[in-house]
């Protein structure tokens, strides 16, 4: 099936981080989509002359994006977003832990699965890595949604045994079994593709981050998540729990965790070192900016983080970070590096990149996070209520960068028409 889609569209196939005028915008814009495939793109009279007999979907009025990837959603804290107001370790034990315990329940991981991909599309995330659960049940409910709603879902089993609460616990050889499992049923299934997943260095021995790497070494192309250096009581914690390591990288590092499938959540606190060992890997680090301002876990270094060459993509980090939006996320993002001395000036193009090619590039998959030529045709349609500020905007903006810059501003789920994975319409607003 072929279609013309007419839209304001933009898109960063480029790095702004690195390449000057990265921001590609058309104001009437075409892009000719066959089987969920972009054949071709440009002015909409330019290819409505080219593909005459191509059925036109008209989204003039609003903005098309490419589909957001978020890069660090925690599946079983939908439920448990909005427990402000205290740390890491205090919220785990209080807000996350008690909850994650109740995905042990399949029947209810299933609702809980539901909730969260539904929360996922609305917000016009079509790809995600994922920290799953600690129950195997819960994670197979999780890839089952998946499949059915289309999400393009990259996650695993999160795998502890220690610190935590007791039925979060498991065993290195636990962990292997069910996470071998778990891969041979899932990764390149559809769309679905594995990440091996030790919840943090914390909860984590030396014996299980090994079981970890067996699964990596067996399974060439798995992903790998975690968290690093969040939050400075978590970093002494793994300090006196890993006293032979040179720094939190290193218990993963030692373990042989970290290359190019690697993704860390936060970094707020990395050492040179640290930076420079995840450049060489080329790794990313997932920045979750709403997450770390409510759990006041810190100002993101990402001037350091780029000048040391680290790979940054944006994660929601639901629940402790605060709703699913990747435009809240850039905006927040945008905000902390205006209010930190010697923080990165953001502009429209760059929060673009990171809500989507960034992603892209840390889960190594060129065929998603942008609208080139050969990629698929995720994309998330911006089409505010009539009437709202948004909408306001959006009919008296002068150029498609200003309607980008607002719809980061002041743009939420609600402002979500339509979403499509590969083509298919997978999110509708109501
Ligand atoms: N933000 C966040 N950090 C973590 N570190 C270990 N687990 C978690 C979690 O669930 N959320
Ligand atoms: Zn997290």
């Given amino acids: ?13 480029e790095n702004p981080f690195t390449h000057a005028e990265a921001l590609r915008a058309e104001a009437d814009g075409g892009l000719l989509v066959e089987g969920g495939v972009i054949r071709a793109r440009g002015a909409f009279t330019d290819l409505s002359a080219a593909y005459p007999d191509a059925p036109v979907t008209d989204l003039r009025g609003g903005l098309l994006l490419p589909g957001f990837i978020d890069t660090h959603v925690h599946l079983p804290q939908v439920r448990v ?26 029947a209810y991981a299933r609702g809980v699965a539901r909730d969260f991909t539904r929360g996922l599309l609305g917000a016009g995330t079509t790809t995600a890595l994922v920290f799953g659960s600690h129950f195997a049940g819960a994670v197979d409910a999780f890839f089952e949604e998946a ?18 609460r007791g039925e979060l616990h498991t065993t290195p050889e636990r962990a292997y079994t069910e996470g071998k499992a778990l891969i041979e049923r899932w990764h390149g299934v559809g769309r679905a593709l594995y990440a091996v997943t030790p919840r943090f260095s914390l909860s984590a021995s030396e014996g299980i981050l090994d079981a970890c790497a067996a699964l990596m070494r067996e399974h060439p192309g ?31 590092e030692r373990a042989g965790l970290i290359g190019r499938h690697s993704v860390l959540a936060h970094n707020v606190h990395p050492s040179d070192r640290e930076l420079g060992v995840m450049a060489a890997a080329r790794c990313t ?32 980090d639901v629940g402790g970070g605060t709703g699913f939006s990747l ?40 065929e998603v996070g942008a609208f080139e030529p050969g990629q698929q045709f995720d994309a998330v349609h911006l089409a505010p209520a009539p009437g709202t500020p948004l909408d306001a905007v959006f009919r008296n903006a002068t150029s498609p960068e200003r309607a980008l810059a607002a719809a980061f501003a002041t743009g939420t789920p609600g402002d979500v ?7 298919d319409a997978v999110h509708t607003r109501d």
């Fill in 81 to 106: 977003i909005g427990g402000l107001g205290l740390p890491l370790l205090d919220w785990l034990d209080q807000c996350a832990l008690p909850e994650e315990a109740r995905m042990a329940d399949v």
């Fill in 1 to 13: 099936m072929t279609t013309l889609y007419r839209a304001t569209f933009l898109h960063t196939p």
């Fill in 327 to 366: 435009l809240k996320e850039g905006l927040q993002a945008h905000f902390m590096q205006n209010l930190l001395p010697g923080g990165v000036p953001l502009n429209p193009a760059h929060l673009l990149y990171l809500a989507t090619k960034a992603g892209a590039e840390a889960l190594d998959l060129p």
């Fill in 222 to 252: 798995v992903r790998f998540t975690s968290h690093i250096n969040e939050n400075t009581r978590e970093i002494e914690v793994v300090r006196e729990l890993f006293p032979g390591a040179r720094d939190y990288l290193d218990t993963y």
């Fill in 285 to 316: 680090a997932a920045h979750c900016p709403c997450s770390n301002s409510a759990l006041g876990s810190g100002f993101f270094p990402l001037r350091r983080h780029l000048d040391a060459g680290v790979h940054v993509a944006l994660g929601s």
């Fill in 417 to 423: 028409a339509r979403v499509w994975i590969a083509g």
């Fill in 147 to 164: 499949a059915k709603t289309g999400l393009r879902a990259v996650t695993g089993l999160v795998v502890s045994d220690r610190l935590l």
